[in-house]
Every structure is written in C-alpha cells, then in structure tokens.
C-alpha cells in the first residue's frame, strides 16, 4: 500500500493546509494586548516554511494509528520551538540574517526586542500547548511529550548546537566535530519530531523500534544538514529564500567546505540510504516517512 | 505557632542555601558541551539573588504540607525562568543594563550570543525538570505545573509584560495601564510561584482558598513593583545591586513619577495591609508566607 508521489504530494498539502488552520486558530490573536508581540509571534511562524518538523510528527503519528487532533497539536507545538528557533538565531548578535522564508526577518520587521520577546514567548506556547487537558493524550504521554520537547530544545539539544556553531566562526570544525554539532543543532528537534510522533497515542512501538526510528532520526538530522550546507552553496537567495553564501563569507565549517561539493553530495547519497535502510526493517507502513526523507534529499538537484 | 523574626531569617537561610545546593547539583555541568553556554547559564543562576520566587513557592507548599523534595524541585525550575527573563531583559536592545546582583550582567560577561541562548536554555531546563519521572509529583500535578509556568512565563504573561513595559518608553502608561502592565511583567511569575506551591501535593485547598491565595499573589506582584520603583528612585547602585535611576532618565512610568514618592509609599502601605488581610482569612498557617510579604514591603526603608 505505498502513495504515488501525487497523492504524497496531497497529503503533504493538506497538513500544512491543516497547520495553518491550527496555528492560526490557536496562537493568541492579534487584538489582544500586547498587539505587537502577538503580531511579531504569528508573523513569524504562520504562512510558510516547510513545516518539515510537524510533518515528521504527523507522518510518524499516522504510522502508529494515533489520533490525528492530538498529533496536530505535537506537531504544532514543535513548529512554535521551530520559529522560535529560526527568530533567536537570525538576530544581529547571532547569525544576522535579514530575510527568512522570503520575508524580512522579524527583527528586521519589529525590531529586535520584539523579535527577542517573540521567541520567549513562543517557546513557552509550545509546552502551554502540550500542557493542555484537552490535548487528548493521558498525563502521563503529554507529560513525556514536554520532556522530549525540553531536552532537545536546551544546552543539550537545539540551543548547545547554536552556541557550538557560534563558537565555531574562524576555527574551522573537524567533520566528527561537525556532525556532533548538527546532531544537536538541528538533529536534536528532527529526532524529537519523531520520537514525540510516537507518543501521540495509539499503537506502542517495541524498544527495538524505538531504537530503530531513533537512529533513522539521526540519520535524517544529518541528511538535511549536509543537503542544506549544498544549497548555501549553490543557490541564490530567491531560490533560498534567506541570504546564500554566508556560511563561506564567515569561515564557518560546513560539509561544502570541508568534504568539497562532490564529496558532500556523496555523503547525502550514502546517509539517505542509510536512512530508507533503517525504515525499511520496521515493521509499520512508513510511506510518508520515507517519502519525507526522499524529499529532504532532493531539494539539492 | 508563629515564628520569631529570627527563626525566619533562619528558615530563609536554610531554603536558600538548599536552593543553591539545588541549582548546583542539578544544572548542567561546566565540563559538558558546550561549556561556554553552561558557564553563562550558572552565572545567570547560581549564587546570588533574593530567591523570592522560590521562597514563596516553598512557603507555600509547606502551608500545604507537600513533600519538601518536591517543593525544592518546582521553586528551583522558576527561579531557572526567572534567572532567563533577567539575562534577556538586560540585552543591550531590551534594558541594557550592565549590572546585575551586583556583577556584570550576562552579555557582558559572556557576548551577547551566548547570552541569548543561555536565556533560551535556562528556559527549556525549567520545563525539563518539571516534567522529569522522578519529581515526586503524580503526572496530572506536574502538568498542571508545566502549565501554570508557560502560562505565566508567556505572551499574556511575563514576556508579554515586558512587551508593554518597552512599548511604553517615552510614552506615560495611566495608572491602570501601569498596574496591568506589572500585573503581567512581575506578577504573573509571583503569582505562579504561590499557585505552584499549593500543587505540589500535600494537603489540597478549597476554591474558595485558591482563590483567596490568588487575590494574595496578585497584590503580593504589586507591592513587589511598587517598592523597586521606590528603590530605583531612591538608591545608589551599590545598594541595589543593578544601575539605578534608569527608569527616571528613560521617562518609564513608574509609580514614583506617577504618584510621588511620598503617595508611592502610602500605596505600598495600603497594598501591604491588603494582602496581609487577605493570607490571614485562611486557615492554614501562612506564618512564612505573611513574614515574606512582611520582608518585601520593609525593603524600601
């Protein structure tokens, strides 16, 4: 029972449709005070991006039968860190990035103590969302989905890959250090995209596939990394939709510089195979997932 | 069974330095990556500061006999949001202030990058400890917890008040405005700290008693604010420990430019006896809870 790639294609569009709705229903309405803030806080995370997080969530949701409100909501809450994410690191003391998904960046837009507090107030959202009683899930699931969401958020997880990176400008990473650094950095909430996708509810998962998913998050982490260090390479900013080469301006450490672009692109191809590999030995429908993980691949042709 | 004033100071003594034995134990170690982003988040955390917050979720849950462990382990995760909200609200592009506790506040010590993200970590960490397995609470209590803190912490809470209290630059908020605006920025996260004290198990309260303790902690975030304003006014900076004057030369309404210092003192007064009025109608024992309220008022002579 496998998707062609049109009906794929649906699916993804119908989740983001379905995203949109939530997160424009659910996040605190502009005509409640403070206006600014609401506005900095929805203008930053509605109407765009490729909600990669939440359909990982979504995809993995589905794959064990859990109920798709709940999953929604998880997902929801994971793309609030996400934007949050995306506002911190393209402030000026940060990565200084002026355009984000097309648009100028939200300090750029409303200056940076708004976009600072936007942020904060974002990632409280998030585990206000997965707080709720009315989530769906028993305490005790909603309770593990603030952990996951906690962890790979912080020093340990989302936030440490940010300062490692920053830390980075100049003294060039070695290529273990690298992937230690984007395994936080980004790897930490992909991986937590999944692992709270089977928390939603519905079907448990034996250790061994938990184990399995975990290292088929890690892997994907990794894909998107090094597909994403191609396309700054490669691409202009309309295609990119943020400011392209700056990594190279900055003396950063990326696979392109470091492995070269050919070598960078063989390295996608053998961690994407790695990837389908550990899909592949579940035992659960894992459709959108690997359609989601031939996706992440493909953005660099 | 009320205490001296001395076996207070010595209660107060006590609960602080388990907090920081707390804090110490329990915050990631400088020796784990990225070390320079946990440097800056003990900084921001360990050894300094009133600990009122957590003070007042202590005496709280003691009212209500909870388990101590317990207690220490909510009061320890506010003081993780309160410790952020101070390293952000002193960014260069929020407050900018230098000073804090005495020491340089954490983008001077650490870069501003660092200390952004150190504020975004120690946010994170505060849900994390609160959703652990081993907090002694039953799941529903540790997600009413989760709850009560993002609420709190927040767009219609304590970001969302400093969203006002920055729009409000150069542009006089009316009395109202201001108490609003202060009921959000400071009494959001006063109010959780008494709130989150009553669930960390133990004995449990009736609405009525709720609702009593809440009208409490509302008053409570007020007299905190009106007596710094009195201190901003009235206090050098070896005294208060941060740069004083600040809200005066940046024409911030502040119940001194509003009210007058001598008015500003008589409110602080009527709002005192409010809240005392207010603890003494419970019937539980709410001895150090009325000796804190006590010590807040009293700062300001």
New interface residues.
């Given amino acids: 029972m496998h998707d062609t790639p049109s009906s794929f294609t649906t699916w993804v569009a119908q989740q983001r449709q379905e995203l949109e709705n939530f997160l424009e229903q659910r996040m605190?309405p502009v005509n409640?005070?403070?206006h600014?803030?609401?506005q900095a806080?929805r203008y930053a995370t509605i109407g765009g991006g490729k909600r990669l997080r939440a359909l990982l969530t979504l995809a993995t949701a589905e794959m064990v039968q859990a109920d798709h409100q709940t999953a929604l909501l998880v997902a929801s809450s994971l793309e609030l860190i996400h934007a949050?994410s995306l506002i911190?690191d393209d402030?000026p003391?940060?990565d200084n990035d002026s355009l984000r998904r097309g648009k100028p960046t939200c300090h750029v837009q409303f200056?940076?103590?708004?976009a600072?507090?936007a942020?904060?107030?974002l990632?409280?959202?998030a585990?206000?969302w997965?707080?709720?009683?009315t989530s769906g899930m028993?305490?005790?699931s909603?309770?593990?989905q603030?952990?996951l969401?906690?962890?790979a958020?912080?020093?340990?997880?989302m936030?440490?890959g940010?300062?490692?990176d920053?830390?980075s400008v100049g003294m060039p990473l070695s290529l273990p250090e690298l992937e230690a650094m984007h395994l936080k950095k980004t790897g930490a909430l992909i991986r937590a995209a999944i692992l709270m996708g089977t928390h939603c509810g519905g079907a448990s998962l034996s250790d061994n596939e938990q184990q399995s998913l975990t290292h088929f998050a890690n892997r994907l982490g990794l894909l998107y990394q090094i597909v994403d260090d191609i396309l700054d390479n490669t691409s202009d900013s309309a295609t990119l939709g943020k400011t392209p080469g700056k990594d190279d301006a900055e003396c950063k450490a990326t696979y392109v510089t470091l492995l070269g672009l050919s070598e960078a692109r063989s390295k996608a191809q053998e961690v994407l195979n790695e990837a389908l590999d550990t899909l592949s030995r579940l035992s659960h429908d894992s459709q959108h997932l690997q359609a989601l993980t031939q996706q992440i691949y493909a953005r660099h042709h």
Same sequence: chains 1, 2.
């Fill in positions: 605190p409640q005070i403070p600014g803030l609401h806080m949050y911190h402030l003391s940060m200056g940076e103590a708004t600072v507090l942020g904060d107030a990632q409280s959202l585990f206000q997965l707080s709720e009683p028993p305490s005790t909603a309770l593990t603030v952990r969401l906690a962890i958020s912080g020093s340990r997880g936030a440490g940010q300062a490692i920053l830390a």
